[in-house]
Nanobody
Framework: QVQLVESGGGLVQAGGSLRLSCAAS????????MGWYRQAPGKQRELVAA???????GYADSVEGRFFITRDNAKSTAYLRLDSLKPEDTAVYLC???????????????WGQGTQVTVSS
């Protein structure tokens, strides 16, 4: 059994900041990438940011330089700082982790419950 619990999110004015966190727990043997997608109404799900176990990161062009992802491997937790937020960043943010359970031989993607980020103009 695996749980990804997200926290953070909320309502903020344009130009403001938020911090999301995503904590994985359960019978986890290893975690590869962790990160966030976002889903806005009427739009395709978009990969926002990801971080590997060694700390290497990747970002969507739309958030490069404004969003920053980190992780704490000891806590199996990833963090996403969202700076200089824009109304177009409004979406449900879904964290993910590519992980392997002790009972499995392959990695699989697991999802958090999602958190709403709303940016007002």
């Amino acid at each position: 059994q695996v749980q990804l619990v997200e926290s953070g999110g909320g309502l903020v004015q344009a130009g403001g900041s938020l911090r999301l966190s995503c904590a994985a727990s359960g019978s986890i043997s290893s975690i590869n990438a962790m990160g966030w997608y976002r889903q806005a109404p009427g739009k395709q799900r978009e990969l926002v940011a990801a971080v590997g176990p060694g700390g290497n990161t990747g970002y969507a062009d739309s958030v490069e330089g404004r969003f920053f992802i980190t992780r704490d491997n000891a806590k199996s937790t990833a963090y996403l700082r969202l700076d200089s937020l824009k109304p177009e960043d409004t979406a449900v943010y879904l964290c993910f982790a590519d992980l392997r359970l002790y009972s499995e031989t392959r990695y699989s993607k697991h999802w958090g419950q999602g958190t709403q980020v709303t940016v007002s103009s």
